[in-house]
């Protein structure tokens, strides 16, 4: 489903069903000692479907670790990103030389708890937000930003290597387009000899789920 919202250059594999037979390589036992059930599950799967891109791109299949802020940790020459929620499990893979990071997310198409939209938004995204539901009523606008939040930090932390708050960055969407942006409000990483300032992405809703992705491709 999310290749839709990705560059033909990225490699995607997704299930909606966990693939539980996946083997876990020796390197990524760790990272399951003491898991409970569920977390085990999202990690075999979705690293199963991260090696089943890297074979789409070429690549020998290898074992993916996490690193200290939880990020995946992708053998020479490959960037991506993986996502899990409930009834969907994803990875998107690219080769490096094509693109400096990619983030995607998948979240439930439900209500985001006020307290939540709250914690994570400002004054006018909240104001941007109102705007939305008034055009768009049938869509969850906050479910939407949330997972779009989750891929700006996706996106940014593998070429910032630090931390970025959901309120550092202000995201405004176009629903016609299925698009977004996200302007930074604090100072970017530089790539290709530029100061990042915003990233753009894609959005959809689809079998109950909102899918977002962000690829950041490299200078040509």
């Known amino acids: 489903m999310i290749q839709q919202i990705l560059p033909p250059a990225v490699a995607v594999a997704d299930t909606t069903a966990d693939l539980l037979d996946s083997p876990v390589f020796p390197e990524e036992e760790p990272y399951l000692a003491d898991s409970v059930e569920h977390r085990r599950r999202e990690f075999v799967t979705t690293r199963r479907c991260a090696r089943t891109a890297m074979t789409a791109l070429g690549v020998p299949p290898a074992a993916v670790g996490s690193g200290p802020k939880g990020e995946p940790e992708w053998p020479a020459g490959v960037t991506g990103s993986m996502t899990h929620c409930d009834g969907y499990r994803a990875a998107a893979l690219s080769h490096s030389r094509e693109f400096h990071s990619i983030g995607i997310d998948a979240e439930r198409h439900e209500p985001?708890?006020?307290?939540?939209?709250?914690?994570?938004?400002?004054?006018?995204?909240?104001?941007?937000?109102?705007?939305?539901?008034?055009?768009?009523?049938?869509?969850?606008?906050a479910?939407?930003?949330?997972?779009?939040?989750?891929?700006?930090?996706?996106a940014w932390y593998p070429l910032a290597r630090r931390w970025l708050g959901f309120r550092d960055a202000r995201l405004t969407f176009d629903p016609d387009a299925g698009t977004y942006t996200a302007r930074l409000l604090v100072p970017g990483p530089v790539v290709d000899g530029v100061r990042v300032a915003w990233f753009t992405g894609h959005w959809a809703v689809r079998d109950g789920l909102v899918l977002t992705a962000i690829a950041v491709r490299r200078a040509r």
């Open 143 to 154: 479910t939407v930003l949330f997972s779009a939040k989750e891929t700006v930090y996706k």
């Open 112 to 141: 985001l708890p006020d307290e939540l939209v709250t914690y994570i938004t400002g004054p006018d995204e909240r104001a941007h937000l109102r705007e939305l539901e008034r055009g768009h009523p049938a869509v969850h606008w």
